[in-house]
Antibody, heavy 118, light 107 residues
Framework: QVQLQESGPGLVKPSQTLSLTCAVSGGSISSGAYYWNWVRQPAGKGLEWIGR???????NYNPSLKSRVTISVDTSKNNFSLKLTSVTAADTAVYYCARGISGPLELWGRGTLVTVSS | DIQMTQSPSTLSASVGDRVTITCRASQSVSSWLAWYQQKPGKAPKLLVYRASSLESGVPSRFSGSGSETEFTLTISSLQPDDFATYYCQQYNTYLYTFGQGTKLEIK
């Protein structure tokens, strides 16, 4: 069955760029009409949708982060990535990758904690 | 943005109880509403989509209802495994938004 696994640095310095990758195993990232999403959750808080990439090539981002976020897909490596620039302590959170067909997110990775600190 | 407000924020209940969690949207989301369960240290798990459709493998004691701006998630008979935090999510617009969560605690 398809599984998602996030990876990337657990510690990022303020003003630098947070870069995470979500590896898709057990299936092709190109198959099916899926949206590939990133969601984050600060410690003890709720969920915040960051953005999504559709297999057709289109993408949508949360306006609150839009100027700093890029989500891309690498079909050759069967993964998709998140880049968040100019990070601050407010970007410290568990970051999840997730797959959805149109809106509900039916498959999630385990999440990875990213701390922004000098 | 469409704001999602859940109530209550915390709910104390006992095994076997019937519980209902409410989610209200700041504007109509039609039936484009999902519910998730999240346990500590784990990713959210999809329970219900399109307001009332049960995700495959989810026990039938879970049910969702509602439309437009008011939705409910009901657990008909609480089991020990159900104590967790529950979130609603609207996907009527591409800007998905979540409720703040309802923590279901053991009384």
């Amino acid at each position: 069955q398809v599984q998602l696994q996030e990876s990337g640095p657990g510690l990022v310095k303020p003003s630098q760029t947070l870069s995470l990758t979500c590896a898709v195993s057990g299936g092709s990232i190109s198959s099916g009409a899926y949206y590939w999403n990133w969601v984050r959750q600060p410690a003890g808080k709720g969920l915040e949708w960051i953005g999504r990439f559709y297999t057709s090539g289109s993408s949508n981002y949360n306006p609150s982060l839009k100027s700093r976020v890029t989500i891309s897909v690498d079909t050759s490596k069967n993964n998709f990535s998140l880049k968040l620039t100019s990070v601050t302590a407010a970007d410290t959170a568990v970051y999840y990758c997730a797959r959805g067909i149109s809106g509900p997110l039916e498959l999630w990775g385990r999440g990875t904690l990213v701390t922004v600190s000098s | 943005d469409i704001q999602m407000t859940q109530s209550p924020s915390t709910l104390s209940a006992s095994v076997g109880d019937r519980v209902t969690i409410t989610c209200r949207a700041s504007q109509s989301v039609s039936s484009w509403l999902a519910w998730y369960q999240q346990k500590p240290g784990k990713a959210p798990k999809l329970l219900v989509y399109r307001a009332s459709s049960l995700e495959s493998g989810v026990p039938s004691r879970f049910s969702g209802s509602g439309s437009e701006t008011e939705f409910t998630l009901t657990i008909s008979s609480l089991q020990p495994d159900d104590f967790a935090t529950y979130y609603c999510q609207q996907y009527n617009t591409y800007l998905y938004t979540f409720g703040q969560g309802t923590k279901l605690e053991i009384k």
